[in-house]
């Protein structure tokens, strides 16, 4: 399980610094997918599509960054979840509105369940309907 956990840290880090999926398909199966529910994420079915979502969040939200809260393993699922505090101001172009300059602080859980060495399902838990009332989006 420490080789899931580490391979779990430097996904999570890839991902939320949005570095896409380029640099986190080296620590997820390559059908990986991907579950939340949620309004803005409801189409995002595979973690590859998340990835990206997450990368592209950074065009509008440029400084972006994650406070992480907690971070554990649980060998009998062989999963990992990490609790975090994403922190950002809309002061670029894309989202649904031109920049607000409005901040968003988002409370969310990644669960991340592993085959072998490789994540191949992770489960997102955020409520997106605050975030976007914080950023002016809805």
């Known amino acids: 399980m420490s080789t899931n956990i580490n391979y779990a840290k430097h996904f999570f880090e890839a991902c939320e610094t949005g570095k896409g999926w380029e640099k986190c398909s080296e620590f997820c199966h390559p059908t990986a997918t991907f579950s939340s529910q949620t309004a ?4 995002i079915k595979s ?3 998340y990835c990206e ?3 592209d969040l950074f065009t509008p939200i440029p400084d972006g960054r994650y406070e992480l809260k907690f971070f554990a393993a ?3 699922t062989n999963s990992v979840a990490a609790f975090a505090v994403f ?5 670029g172009p894309g989202g649904p509105f031109p920049p ?7 409370d969310y859980v990644y669960h991340m369940e592993f085959e072998k060495d490789k994540i191949k399902h992770m489960t997102k838990i955020w409520n997106d309907y605050i975030s976007l ?6």
């Open 74 to 76: 649980d060998e009998s």
């Open 100 to 106: 607000t300059g409005k901040k968003v602080a988002a």
């Open 53 to 55: 979502w997450m990368k």
């Open 87 to 91: 922190h950002g101001t809309q002061t």
């Open 133 to 138: 009332q914080q950023l002016g989006w809805d």
């Open 40 to 43: 803005a994420l409801s189409e």
């Open 47 to 49: 973690l590859e599509a």
